[in-house]
């Protein structure tokens, strides 16, 4: 189990509090996988997903990324659990 502190705490939640969730969910996902290629075999159920133009304008992409950055805000509010 992590021990945060609580000034560690209120450094992660402002830090978090700051994010632009809904603008940066697909582009840190659309990012891993263009710099990282080999990463797609991971998501081999997503189609389309063969160059860049293609993972940028795909809705998978976009809705994976959202769902992994919504879990992590989760996470953000439970830290005493992690």
Not at 54 to 79: D, R, W
Request: proline content about 1%.
């Amino acid at each position: 189990m992590i021990h945060f502190s609580d000034h560690e705490k209120e450094l992660i939640t402002s830090l978090w509090g700051q994010a632009d969730v809904e603008n940066i969910c697909s582009d840190s996902l659309i990012r891993l996988l263009m710099v990282y290629p080999w990463t797609r075999r991971y998501f081999h159920h997503f189609v389309n997903i063969h160059d860049a133009q293609a993972i940028i304008h795909n809705l998978q992409v976009k809705s994976q990324g959202k769902k992994v950055l919504h879990a992590f805000g989760e996470v953000v509010k439970h830290l005493d659990n992690i």
